[in-house]
């Protein structure tokens, strides 16, 4: 996988390309886990092929944080696979998307 | 020792050359300049003589055409009389007068004997007057020439034998000095010759030469023994120690028993190699260290997650028939981790005698944590469920106990479903999970599109969905987790649910022990030498009604 970072203030947009799966998500969380000044996160999965529930865990627990320091968090560009996914697990109910 | 003693020969045949390519040099040297010096001083010494010998030279006595003369015989018996006196006295060899012939044809090649003298150590006959010499030695010729044509004062002939010659003529070094006898106007009458045998030239040189030998020769033994007793203290014994403790360490790869830098106190290049290879040993030996009790604690962790494995599997049911005495339904369950613990679980219980309740879960992330936390979510569900309520109610429930300090973000897809074993009817929640799999009696197997909910654990305060339906006698439900419907190939083609329903199909009337077998070599099939990511886990129950 990878992921292109852009920081344009206090927002922060993180282009995910390929799976985010067990092995890739640990890279997400790593960039996750800095996230000094940032109030706006903003997941661009446009080139995302598929998701995994360890990647969907990254994507919950950063939520939660950016919910707790009253932040927010936006996935953009949602494709149909990873829609599905998504609504399958129920997760379109818990996270901000956009198509 | 072939190492050391390539290395001393090598070092000490180096030394040798040099000191005698010196030896050589210095004995040239020393010779030339000896030779050059007692030269002059000969040559001098007989000039001085010739010159002493040509005041009783008076021009009559060249000029005299009659030989036989009283007079010319007088003054030849005074000049024989006092050069005689001069060659004992001064130990000139050969004083002579020649008087040059042919001088027209410009040779030198033939003289007169004028008058000739000798000493006791000359090793010549007596010229008498009169003589003619037919064939003066080449080497005399420059000078004769020098003399007639070039005006010289005087010339000098130094005549070196051989010494290691075998000549019978043998005269040894000497020197021979020519005077020229010149009239008025300048030209050559005669020419006065002193010759002195250098015996003590020749003496002192080969002494010189000798003691030169035998002064380097006595000096390279010194040399070579002071040498190579400090090369063996300082240099070579060091180095044997430094590599038999190489070879030691690669041998025993243990500390030495007593360091090298401390043996060895030098403070130059082989004092810090020792030093070198001291902490090199010492750093080996602790990573080496370090190394075995990282491999000690990995093997331990293994083992112990080789324990955790077997508590995780015994925890859910694994004894088919799990109730032998109900005859309305049959079930069948497998679990197959992807790393020695995994995250997925499936469960199935009686909450009371009318009422099975059918778990199948599936803990975001694996290993350890996951694990962890799939022993929690199951002992909750099973927990809550056997306290009654309807799906819905007990996901709930569950729900907001595992929000309770969920940091680490970990949720928990749970589709869990109670049926009514008298009647068949099936109530179900479905919490972010994969769509479960139906054969109605006779028929194909299909996905239930049933209402969906977040995963349990997402947020707290959640409501779960509930779905219905009722299963009928011959009915057949399959549920599973995303280790079936998300298994990868080599080319990361997912194995989706279309593959999984054909897969299904392909094997309609097999019971659900041999059904889950078959399912599990499909996925095997399909996924090939890719490895296995994710946990694979399956439940099959048919329903046969009263």
Known sequence: ?99 | MRFRANLTAQILSGVVIVLAVLCGVVSFIGYSEFTEALELQYESKSFNMARTAATYITPGFLSATDRMSANWRFRYDIIQKEWQRLADTQDATFIYLYRRLDEEYNTYDRFEVLISVMNASAPYMVFSSGIIINDMPDVYEPAYSSLYEDGADRAVVPVYRDEFSEDEYKSGDHITVLLPIRDSQGRVLAVLGVEQQMKALQNARSTYVRHVFLATGVFLIVVLLGYGLYLKHGLLNPIRRIAEEAQRFARENTRPFVPLSQSIRLSNEIGQLAQTIDRMETDIRSYIEDLTRATREKEQIKAELHVARKIQADMLPREFPPFPDRKEFEIFATMTPAKEVGGDFYDFFFTDRDHLALVIADVSGKGVPAALFMVIAKTLIKDRAQMGGTPSEILDAVNNRLCDGNSEGFFVTVWLGILEVSTGKLTSANAGHEYPVIKRAGGMWELIKDNHSPAVAVRSGLKFRENSLELRPGDSLYLYTDGVAEATNAENDLYGTDNMTAALNRHPDEPMEELLVSMKREVDTFVGDAPQFDDITMMGLQYWGQ
Do not use: C, H, W
Request: hydrophobic share 35%; glycine share 8%; proline share 1%.
């Open chain 1, 1 to 99: 996988m990878e992921i292109t970072k852009t920081q344009n203030g206090t927002e922060l947009e993180l282009a995910l390309e390929g799976r985010l799966d067990t092995v890739t998500s640990p890279e997400l969380e790593a960039e996750l886990d800095k996230l000094e000044g940032v109030e706006k996160i903003v997941i661009n999965t446009a080139k995302l092929e598929y998701i995994s529930s360890a990647g969907l865990r990254v994507l919950l627990s950063t939520q939660k944080r950016m919910d707790r320091k009253g932040g927010s968090m936006t996935i953009r560009n949602v494709n149909e696979e990873i829609k599905e996914i998504f609504e399958v697990t129920g997760f379109d109910e818990i996270l901000t998307l956009e198509a």
